[in-house]
């Protein structure tokens, strides 16, 4: 059932850092594209990160110089590598993949995990 499984989520201060990973099965690792989102209370989710399987990275312009993702084909593994949070980074983060037929979108992910809660006090 769980085809996407995150973890590393958790409270920390502004200016700390957390690391998320994204464990998924072989078939859809191999692949699909790899990405993450969040989502904050009354917020639309919004696209964070994405990874291809051939390496290319793409940031939300709010992640750029403060999140790092990092795909391991050996672990099946997606990282999310975050620095310098502020408060506005609270929110539940998804891991998801991309059907390969279609653009990165809310009606295009193939597989959700369930979610990992990022809070950041001020």
């Known amino acids: 059932q769980e085809q996407l499984v995150e973890s590393g989520g958790g409270a920390v201060q502004a200016g700390g850092s957390l690391r998320l990973s994204c464990s998924a099965s072989?078939?859809?690792?191999?692949?699909?594209?790899m990405g993450w989102y969040r989502q904050a209370p009354g917020k639309q989710r919004e696209l964070v990160a994405t990874?291809?399987?051939?390496?290319?990275?793409n940031y939300a312009e709010f992640a750029k110089g403060r999140f790092t993702i990092s795909r391991d084909n050996a672990k099946f593994t997606v990282t999310l590598q975050m620095n310098s949070l502020k408060p506005e980074d609270t929110a539940v983060y998804y891991c998801a993949t991309v059907r390969p037929d279609r653009p990165w979108s809310l009606t295009s992910i193939a597989y959700w995990g369930q979610g990992t809660q990022v809070t950041v006090s001020s």
């Open positions: 990874v291809t399987r051939g390496g290319t990275i």
């Open positions: 072989e078939s859809i690792f191999s692949i699909n594209p």
